[in-house]
């Protein structure tokens, strides 16, 4: 099946840290983005990518950064991690070819980072 | 601006009763709507929409959810809980024209399911 993957699903690191989450998609689509998930707060987008020359600040983006190497991988780095990165981190991804204006998004299984 | 507002946190009910979750949008433009149902452990998976038409939308395992636009509500509802309806549930909007291509997204509400 046209999947959505993340690697890793669990990662404990240390405040100072660098570290990469990684997203693989079997799907076709043009459109990845970047969330985290807190307790209370919802999913926050961290940043999306329209296709490989196009990647966008999300709301909050600070902290963060991205690569799209080519289509179906979009990771997110951490240069240097911090506790309140501590989340719950999910990659999605939207064709906008078959459906333009509607924007659902399909999700990988999310990967639980844990900074000390 | 957009914003999506999902009433509890937390809403347990009993097995077999009614299920309602509810959400309130706030858009300057006529939205689409959506609901996504986390089981514990797993991604999102998109339970129903509502892009345009009909304003009762019907989704998967017994749920749907009506747009009510005089209201701003897009609430969640199932006639009969079951247990493996517990897990959390996230109402999120996007414009009709992709703002920029995004979700936003409720807080979330997680369903218990009592014995």
């Known amino acids: 099946d046209a999947d959505v993957t993340q690697t890793p699903r669990n990662r404990i690191t240390k405040t100072g840290k660098r570290i990469m989450l990684e997203c693989s998609q079997t799907k076709g689509h043009d459109r990845m983005y970047w969330y985290r998930q807190d307790p209370g707060l919802g999913l926050r987008l961290i940043y999306y990518s329209f296709d490989v020359k196009d990647i966008n600040k999300g709301e909050i983006s600070d902290g963060y950064s991205v690569s799209r190497q080519a289509q179906a991988k979009f990771s997110l780095s951490l240069e240097s991690a911090i506790p309140n990165q501590t989340a719950l981190y999910f990659c999605?991804?939207?064709?906008?070819?078959?459906?333009?204006?509607?924007?659902?998004?399909?999700f990988g299984p999310g990967t639980r980072l844990t900074v000390l | 601006a957009q914003s999506v507002t999902q009433l509890g946190s937390h809403v347990s009910v009993s097995e077999g009763a009614l299920v309602l979750l509810r959400c309130n949008y706030s858009s300057s433009v006529p939205p689409y709507l959506f609901w996504y149902v986390q089981y514990p452990n797993q991604g999102l998976q998109l339970l129903l929409k509502y892009t345009t038409g009909a304003t009762l939308v019907k989704g998967i395992n017994g749920f749907e959810a009506e747009f009510k636009k005089s209201e701003t509500s897009f609430h969640l509802t199932k006639p009969s809980a079951h247990m493996s309806d517990a897990a959390e549930y996230f109402c999120a909007v996007s414009r009709i024209y992709n703002q920029g291509g995004k979700l936003i997204f409720g807080q979330g509400t997680e369903l218990s399911v009592k014995p």
């Open positions: 999605a991804t939207s064709d906008s070819r078959r459906d333009r204006a509607r924007n659902e998004q399909f």
